[in-house]
């Protein structure tokens, strides 16, 4: 299995910071990889895939870049309704296993 | 707007075969995968397998022995089942879209039902 390692675990932010969080996969997926917004008590978000193409309806303070094993997720400018956990996800390999997730308080 | 909801008992007995159902409102169920994802405490989120409507599957290779995913295109609906279930398998599980083409994205999802499995 390919293992996603995201960090930091948690963060806290303020409204308006720039938020960076890292997933590492354990072998190369190329760019098959997916970030994902969830708020407690709802189904996960889709956010971006392909590592940086922003789904449909998601503001463009939301951005991805990164290859190969390294990926990042940044929040340009963080908003109240985007404090929320936040996961990666490989789809290279059918086991599409995701990261643990990293958390954004306040 | 495609809406997804899952249904199914909220309680099963170890040992015994987990079953839901995920039905699809809003659209047709042709032409699509439809997946099975799971998230519990101890294992985060996990994928559990998907179908297309024509019947194709693919399941996770750690639950493969287990699982088996079947689609209803006349209910535009599709199931799960997870058999000799033990305490491991509590957890919400959630179904969701993959469009057939381009990039496995799972681009909407059902609000999740949890699962307990206890006697």
């Known amino acids: 299995d390919i293992q996603m390692t995201q960090s930091p675990s948690s963060l806290s932010a303020s409204v308006g910071d720039r938020v960076t969080i890292s997933c590492r996969a354990s072998q190369s997926i190329s760019s098959y990889l997916n970030w994902f917004q969830q708020k407690p008590g709802k189904a996960p978000k889709l956010l971006i895939y392909?590592?940086?193409t922003l789904q449909s309806g998601v503001p463009s303070r939301f951005s991805g870049s990164g290859s190969e094993t390294d990926f990042t997720l940044t929040i340009s400018s963080l908003q109240p309704e985007d404090f929320a956990t936040y996961y990666c996800?490989?789809?290279?390999?059918?086991?599409?296993?995701f990261g643990q997730g990293t958390k954004v308080e306040i | 707007q495609v809406q997804l909801q899952e249904s199914g008992p909220g309680l099963v007995k170890p040992s015994e075969t987990l079953s839901l159902t995920c039905n699809v409102s809003?659209?047709?169920?042709?032409?699509?995968?439809w997946s099975w994802i799971r998230q519990s405490p101890g294992k985060g989120l996990e994928w559990i397998g998907y179908?297309?409507?024509?019947?194709?599957?693919k399941y996770n290779p750690s639950l493969k022995s287990r699982v088996t995913i079947s689609v209803d295109t006349s209910m535009n609906q599709f199931s799960l089942k997870l058999s000799s279930v033990t305490a491991a398998d509590t957890a919400v599980y959630y179904c969701?879209?993959?469009?057939?083409?381009?990039?496995?994205?799972?681009?909407?999802w059902g609000q999740g039902t949890l699962v307990t499995v206890s006697s």
């Open positions: 392909a590592a940086s």
């Open positions: 996800q490989q789809t290279y390999s059918p086991s599409y296993t």
């Open positions: 179908i297309h409507s024509s019947g194709n599957t």
């Open positions: 969701a879209r993959v469009p057939s083409r381009g990039w496995l994205v799972f681009d909407h």
């Open positions: 809003g659209g047709s169920i042709s032409n699509y995968y």
